[in-house]
């Protein structure tokens, strides 16, 4: 059963305009959320992160949202530019326990 | 300073043979984890080790896996009589207290 879902497998947005990625999650104890992007050949690296007392953390273009009635967070990305190419993943925990993370959402920013 | 290193970035096997994986974790880090990633699909959790705490084994797929970690830092992931199905990109984080985790680059295991 998986805990953290990203229901979209893939994204294709121009570039300038927002990329909107979704995450879900099924455990309404986690508390804290992490998004990571990772390129090719290479490891996760991390984006941004917002705990369960914020629904919103903003850092340069990049934000996310977090609605905890609804167990649902979104990284938005705005203006996109063609080096955010890459696959996005959401992660989340309960204070104390390991991050589970979600399979993965590729988005492809189109020049 | 440095970042996580894992050795070797790539290794090809035969189906039978053992394989062992290297990590290096950022200096200081208490917490240090193995993922794998297979074709296609997200990351898998394998093990935590937190400082001196008994690791969590409860994502190794099978007894064929078994990792270690010496000192509090460098860790080894081991994989016996490896099969086809082990063919991933294995990959070593460590964090602060659990939070924000630091991936190394991976290691790519292709086993024939």
């Known amino acids: 059963d998986q805990q953290v879902k990203q229901n979209s497998p893939s994204l294709s947005v121009q570039e300038g305009r927002i990329s909107i990625l979704n995450c879900d999650y099924t455990?309404?104890?986690?508390?804290?959320f992490l998004w990571y992007k990772k390129y090719p050949a290479e490891g996760p690296t991390f984006l941004i992160s917002?705990?369960?007392?914020?629904d919103k953390n903003e850092d340069g273009r990049f934000t996310v949202f977090l609605n905890k009635s609804a167990k649902h967070l979104s990284l938005h990305i705005v203006p996109s530019q063609p080096g955010d190419s890459a696959v996005y993943f959401c992660?989340?925990?309960?204070?104390?326990?390991?991050?589970?993370f979600g399979p993965g959402t590729r988005l492809s920013v189109l020049p | 300073g440095a970042g996580v290193s894992q050795s070797p970035s790539n290794k090809v096997t035969e189906k039978g043979k053992d394989v062992e994986l290297r990590c290096d974790p950022i200096?200081?880090?208490?917490?240090l984890y193995w993922y794998r990633q297979s074709l296609g699909q997200g990351l898998e959790f394998l093990i935590y080790?937190?400082?001196?705490?008994?690791?969590?084994k409860s994502g190794l797929p099978s007894d064929r896996f078994s990792a270690e970690r010496t000192g509090g830092s460098v860790s080894t992931l081991t994989i016996q009589r490896t099969q086809q199905e082990d063919s991933a990109v294995y990959l070593c984080?460590?964090?602060?207290?659990?939070?924000?985790?630091?991936f190394g680059p991976g290691t790519r295991l292709t086993v024939l």
């Open positions: 200096s200081g880090h208490t917490a």
């Open positions: 080790f937190q400082g001196n705490s008994a690791p969590d």
């Open positions: 992660a989340a925990r309960r204070t104390g326990q390991n991050f589970v």
């Open positions: 917002i705990s369960s007392i914020k």
């Open positions: 984080a460590s964090s602060l207290y659990g939070n924000e985790q630091f």
């Open positions: 455990n309404s104890m986690f508390d804290y």
